[in-house]
């Protein structure tokens, strides 16, 4: 293969896989200590929320259902996604490092079904949330079993503290390497603010 077309060859691979990113949304708006937030997960929590706010205005107060299309309800929106997301990046990282991989995913799903135990919540996902049951389960039961485990870890060595673990998520902030390439918002150590 001659000099030209290997060059050829590589620019084409990058130009794919750089299409097939923009694409699918698989690039990363932030990294956390090293881990990725995907774009296209980050947009389905945003729409998952946005989607809740707006059938609870829409039943207690519909006149204020028209505040969820203002500019700065949608930003506060993602920021407290992003600052949601990095936190559970965060109490899983610490989770990975003091359970068996195989122990923490029995633990969650057990957290989950337990959750969920002897209720049909299908339809209710679907109308509030805007996704199935499965993701429901994925994008906010599981998180949530993750740091009600973490929670329950560190009670168990004895490491919280007054405060719990809002305490100790401050501690771990500060500490940890975040990157956020989302326009609008960056990490001031401790959490996601507006520029």
């Keep these: 293969m001659t000099p030209k077309r290997f060059i050829i060859l590589i620019l084409s691979v990058i130009v794919f896989g750089l299409s097939y990113l923009l694409i699918s ?3 990363p708006i932030a990294f956390v200590n090293w881990q990725p937030i995907i774009f296209s997960s980050f947009k389905k929590d945003v729409l998952s929320a946005g989607s809740y706010y707006q059938k609870i205005l829409e039943t207690y ?3 204020q259902a028209v505040v969820m299309n203002s500019k700065e309800v949608k930003q506060e929106i993602e920021r407290a996604v992003l600052d949601k997301l990095i936190e559970d990046k965060l109490i899983w990282r610490e989770l990975e490092k003091r359970l068996e991989n195989n122990d923490l995913k029995k633990m969650i799903n057990d957290k989950i079904e337990e959750a969920i135990k002897g ?36 009670q168990l060595e004895n490491n919280l503290s007054v405060g719990g673990l809002d305490n100790w998520l401050k501690k ?3 500490q940890a390497k975040v990157v956020i390439f989302l326009p609008g918002f960056e990490w001031n150590g401790e959490g996601i603010i507006i520029k």
Excluded: C, T, W
Aim: cysteine-free.
């Design 61 to 63: 107060d519909k006149n």
């Design 25 to 27: 949304q698989s690039y």
């Design 172 to 174: 771990i902030k500060k």
């Design 119 to 154: 209720k049909d919540i299908k339809k209710e996902v679907e109308v509030l949330y805007g996704i199935s049951l499965d993701e429901f389960k994925e994008r906010f039961l599981k998180p949530q079993a993750r740091r009600e485990i973490f929670e329950s870890r560190l």
